[in-house]
């Protein structure tokens, strides 16, 4: 989806590091007392480049939206820090965020909930440019502009959202995000709300665009084969930590978590003959409770491999060629060879232990 | 190989409804089999009438501003001239239906286990003690662990997942003959749908119930239909078995659908093919063909509706509605796999010498 110089020897656009967003969990009347902590987030690294697509998934509840609205700075960090281009804007007061939302501009899911109802589309994608200074004739249009850019017709100005469908609303909104001419748009399950002859519409415009205007991608998603379409490289989020990070391409053909193993294993593939002949093993249990994360690997209570070591040791992020990244104790995918030059990546969360993956011919 | 006897026969279903901006044709002369222990998928994307379809059956769309009209037949009994009385005996009885959002189907203050006695004491003359220890049997089969502690739980207290295995408990109660399921797996995790979707297998093998599966998601309908029927604006545009669906599709909307899917088990291609324009919205479809403004190899022919029926020599259970000649069909689809007949300003003709 992208062009240009590879993504490996861009400039880096956007830095996370070790961000954790805890909610706390009120009780009482008057006062309320924190009671404990739900651990959306827990201490997360990633990097993303200049035009550069990041696929961000994970099942519900995995902390993969908190972490985009994190990095929109819609929701302040507990710890950690977020940079953009090399600049702190972790605990950016709100008038610097007016300048920073100028480069970064977020897609919803849900078009309905994020398009007023009782604005025109115009208003709805000038807004951007009004809150940013553009008046009258030159903002109009630009307007018009944008609106052409995503493949809606300009006298569809004057309309109201409710009478477009789910697919145009979703071209309203990233016109909006478009408006302010930005450098890294974050969207947050933008197709997943559509029907697939649609989703493809609007995945091939966000490529175009990309293409184009030298866009920079935070795709968060839950739907794996769309994740894998339009990204450089994939992040798989579990209760709140990164489990792997590679690039697509190779997430899909040698995933060494299980973690991914089993969501990959879980997609129905719509080819009948290919599906029945596919080996897949079906992950017991569901998600835990993100306030009370099991200790050591969050993934251990529903891991076919889990061991000892899985039940009290963190495992680190460990970095293997391509720059992909793991953090399991017990490899999968990867030759012993491959174990052995593991090395401890600094993207590896703080409490984690020392102890590296070692070959137990598993 | 004989067939077994259908336990279902849907004849030209036609449900209209009186709505302030005309008459919405819902559903427009659907007709299809369903024989027991068979898992037909009605397939197509939001509005082709898939649901009103199987909701139509349950008597669920009944309405003052509803026409409904045509035929559906369960084992001998008229389902959609039967009065309420006869249909509330049939509807969870005989016919049971899981709903997609498990959160509405159920009732939030009531607890799960006696929402199941309940039904199952609806239906049959059961006393309440015999119905509970049912409803403990029924949720342990659909796979909800240590059954009997949980049985008093609340709604709230179980997650998506697991509120959708009670959903299947309480279908399952009184051993029904037909099962519809109208996107089950659709708001659930892949991991949880994978676990869902192996339960249906089992009850299945188990119970030989037939199931009518509602769904918009291809990679489901590969994974456990037996037959597919393919709706687009209200009607039928193309039935059969799945191997006819996915390997011979001979309807240009069925490639579109194929074409457009995102695969994780393929080369990601730069441009997705897509399905250009909207679906026509069912107050106002088009004469003729409804794909026809959508469709690149339309012709004059397509100004009138094209019967449902087969097509193929020697496939008598593969139907679809395209004027289109099957040879130039397979020649327009096959072409360039990549684009899937849909792509495109113009299909007229196969480009000569195309690898």
């Not at chain 1, 007392?33 to 480049?49: E, I, K, M, P, S």
């Not at chain 1, 249990?285 to 993100?290: A, D, I, V």
């Not at chain 2, 579109?256 to 897509?274: N, S, V």
């Not at chain 2, 690149?296 to 029926?309: A, K, N, S, Y």
Request: aromatic letters at 4%; charged letters at 25%.
């Amino acid at each position: 989806m992208s062009s240009g110089a590879p993504p490996a020897e861009r400039a880096t656009l956007l830095e996370v590091e070790h961000v954790k967003v805890h909610f706390p969990i009120k009780q009482g009347l008057l006062v309320g007392r924190t009671v404990g902590q739900v651990h959306a987030v827990d201490d997360v690294t990633f990097t993303l480049r200049e035009g550069e697509t990041l696929g961000l998934v994970g099942e519900s509840g995995c902390g993969k939206t908190t972490l985009a609205r994190t990095v929109m700075r819609l929701i302040e960090p507990t710890a950690g820090t977020i940079r953009f281009r090399g600049e702190d804007v972790s605990h950016s007061p709100r008038r610097e965020l007016t300048v920073l939302r100028r480069e970064m501009q977020m897609v919803f899911q849900d078009p309905n909930a994020s398009l007023n109802p009782r604005k025109r589309v115009g208003q709805i994608v000038g807004m951007p440019l009004r809150l940013h200074g553009a008046r009258g004739a030159d903002a109009d249009r630009r307007v018009r502009e944008l609106l052409q850019r995503v493949g809606l017709s300009p006298e569809h100005l004057n309309r109201f959202p409710h009478e477009f469908s789910g697919g145009q609303r979703q071209r309203i909104g990233v016109a909006r995000a478009l408006a302010v001419d930005p450098k890294l748009i974050v969207l947050d399950e933008p197709v997943s709300a559509l029907d697939v002859s649609i989703q493809a519409q609007i995945i091939n415009l966000l490529g175009e665009l990309q293409d184009d205007l030298g866009l920079s991608y935070l795709f968060v998603a839950h739907d794996l084969s769309v994740v894998r379409h339009v990204s450089d490289r994939i992040a798989v989020m579990y209760l709140g930590r990164l489990m792997e990070i590679a690039l697509a391409q190779e997430l899909y053909s040698k995933p060494i978590h299980p973690y991914t193993a089993a969501l990959l294993e879980a997609i129905p593939i719509p080819d009948p003959r290919e599906n029945a002949s596919r080996r897949r093993s079906v992950v017991a249990g569901e998600p835990p409770n993100p306030i009370a994360p099991p200790p050591g690997c969050v993934f251990h209570p529903r891991c076919a491999h889990a061991t000892d070591v899985c039940r009290t040791v963190q495992p680190p992020l460990a970095g293997y060629a391509n720059g992909h990244l793991a953090a399991c104790h017990h490899p999968r995918s990867v030759s012993s060879g491959e174990i052995a030059a593991a090395t401890r990546d600094p993207a590896s969360p703080l409490s984690a232990g020392g102890e590296l993956p070692t070959a137990d011919g598993a | 190989m004989s067939q077994p006897e259908p336990i279902l026969e849907v004849r030209d279903l036609q449900v209209s409804f009186v709505t302030d901006e005309g008459i919405v044709q819902a559903v427009d002369g659907v007709s299809f089999d369903l024989r027991a222990g068979e898992i037909l998928a009605v397939v197509g994307e939001s509005g082709c009438g898939k649901s009103v379809t199987a909701m139509t059956l349950l008597g669920l769309t009944r309405s003052p501003n509803a026409r409904i009209a045509g035929a559906a037949t369960y084992k001998g009994r008229e389902l959609l001239g039967c009065s309420d009385e006869q249909l509330q005996r049939i509807r969870g009885a005989e016919i049971a239906l899981i709903s997609q959002e498990s959160i509405g189907a159920l009732n939030p203050v009531q607890r799960i286990g006696s929402q199941i006695i309940e039904q199952i004491r609806a239906h049959e003359v059961v006393p309440k003690r015999a119905a509970r220890e049912r409803a403990i049997e029924l949720l342990a089969r659909a796979g909800i662990p240590h059954s009997r502690e949980r049985v008093d739980a609340y709604p709230h207290e179980f997650s998506g997942g697991m509120r959708q295995r009670v959903m299947i408990a309480m279908a399952l109660s009184c051993a029904p003959s037909i099962v519809i399921a109208d996107e089950p797996t659709t708001a659930l995790d892949v991991t949880i749908q994978a676990q869902i979707l192996d339960r249906f297998r089992e009850l299945r093998a188990e119970t030989g119930a037939g199931l009518i599966l509602v769904t918009h998601d291809l990679g489901v309908v590969a994974d456990i239909a037996d037959r597919v029927a393919v709706m687009y604006a209200g009607r039928i545009v193309e039935q059969g078995s799945l191997e006819d669906i996915f390997y011979d599709p001979q309807h240009p909307y069925t490639w579109g659908l194929l074409g457009a899917i995102t695969r994780i088990d393929r080369p990601r291609r730069e441009c997705l093919p897509t399905i250009p324009g909207l679906a026509p919205s069912l107050a106002e479809r088009p004469a003729g063909c409804h794909l026809r403004p959508r469709c690149p190899h339309e012709f004059d022919r397509c100004g009138q509706v094209p019967p449902l029926r087969s097509r193929l020599a020697g496939a008598p259970a593969h139907l679809d509605r395209c004027w289109l000649e099957v040879e130039r069909k397979r020649t327009l689809r096959d072409v360039a796999p990549d684009t899937i007949g849909l792509h495109g300003p113009d299909g007229a003709e196969p480009a000569q010498g195309a690898a």
